[in-house]
């Protein structure tokens, strides 16, 4: 479902908000968040420049009549509300949107009262979690971090396993654990075996790690036992998220056998505050890579299913500067948004309004586009320098981790800002 608005036409719309130069949210963009501020309870908004916009406000004030959402919706603590209306109310939401922020509409920008009351600088604003978090799902749909960690715990000769070709492997995260960007995260506590001639050990990680991904937000699905095609998957879809899904490896390595990562992985995981729908994404719209063999059919597609993002985490010891250890891309992802949610449903299983599906690590082909410290290092043998003359294995308590991501085509900028999150001592 692709916006009503003129692709040339919405290049070309210029905002009366000041939108600095570089900025990953022009007027195209319209994300959707929570922020509370001056006393307001957290509530839904929209973010243009450097400037988050009062959803409440403007339906108080009578201009968003006829998207059909309803007004609590507008009072409500998180996006849930907003998004149970479904894609074609959020489309004429983030349409109405850009038309009052527009220089051609006056409707608003000439009441200053109304002005001073919905728009409010981002640096006096508190950003919160966007959803309610029902459920979440980590997939692990990068070839490039799959092989590579392949190749770390069983040689090349097994890096994918059997199935990884043929499905969107994933697995049920912990969804009460997924926080704010901006909140600490505690060294996680765990049993490791360090030695594997010795008896496991109890304490604090010392492997704790980043995992640079993304994750998109789903609309409501369908009653349980149907499922989603791949065709109508973007439907289904708010929107995406940039994604830090810390894990623990030395706790993860000695537990995963059988069931999977647990301990070591839902301890914590960062969001990043603006959900960025897909109708803003579309100048970013590119080909996936090629998949060989071909998937089932439940899992085959039409048309590009990919974006062209650019990604990068940079570590900041405490105190310190900022070290950029990582760039990659969103179009390295093998299997695509469509097909992950296809496969999540084919069994039956139902998803609702602000379940989050994460891509997993993001890796790219060259040793500096790894998105994980597991793979920067390969597995703690080749130490990250860092600007202060310190090294990184894995992360130590004070580092702070920032993601960016954000994508560029003819001019026009779109992005996600920043999830970040510093690293406490253990407890």
Known sequence: MSSAIDPAKLRALKSWVDVP????????????????????????????????????????????????????????????????????????????????????????????????????????????????????????????????????FRGPENALMPNWLHLPVGYHGRASSIVASGT??????????PDPQQPP???????LDIELETAFITFEGKPLGERITTAEAEDRIFGMVLFNDWSA????????????????KNFGSSMSPWVVTLEALEPLRIAGPAQDPEPLPYLRTQGMHSFDIALEAALIPDNGTENVI?????????????????????????????????????????????????????????????????????????????IRGHGQRDGLRIGFGEVRGKILPAG
């Open 21 to 152: 130069a570089g900025s990953d949210f022009p007027i195209q963009n319209i994300p959707f968040g929570i922020f509370s501020a001056n006393g307001r309870a957290p509530r839904p908004c929209t973010r243009i420049g450097d400037t988050v916009v009062d959803l409440h406000v403007l339906c108080e004030a009578g201009l968003l009549t006829g998207t059909d959402i309803a007004s609590e919706a507008f009072q409500s603590e998180t996006l849930n509300a907003l998004i149970k209306h479904g894609k074609p109310a959020v489309r004429r939401l983030r349409e109405r949107l850009m038309d009052l922020l527009s220089t051609g509409n006056t409707g608003m920008q000439d009441q200053a009262g109304l002005v001073g009351r919905a728009l409010i600088p981002v640096q006096d604003a508190t950003l919160h979690l966007p959803v309610e978090v029902g459920d979440y799902t980590d997939f692990y749909s990068s070839r490039e971090h799959a092989t590579n960690v392949g190749i770390m």
């Open 184 to 193: 600490a995260i505690r060294r996680p506590m765990g049993q490791m075996r």
């Open 201 to 207: 050990v109890f304490g604090p990680s010392k492997q």
């Open 249 to 264: 490896r030395d706790i993860q390595s000695w537990e995963y056998v059988p069931l999977g990562p647990f301990l070591g």
């Open 326 to 402: 990582c760039r990659t891309n969103f179009k390295h992802l093998y299997w695509t948004m469509p097909q992950q949610l296809a496969h999540h449903t084919v069994n039956g299983c139902n998803v609702r309004a602000g379940d989050v599906m994460a891509s997993g690590t993001i890796s790219g082909s060259s040793p500096d586009s790894f998105g994980s410290l597991l793979e920067l290092t390969w597995r703690g043998t080749k130490p990250l320098k860092l600007a202060d003359g310190t090294e990184r294995k894995f992360l130590h308590d004070g580092d702070t981790v920032v």
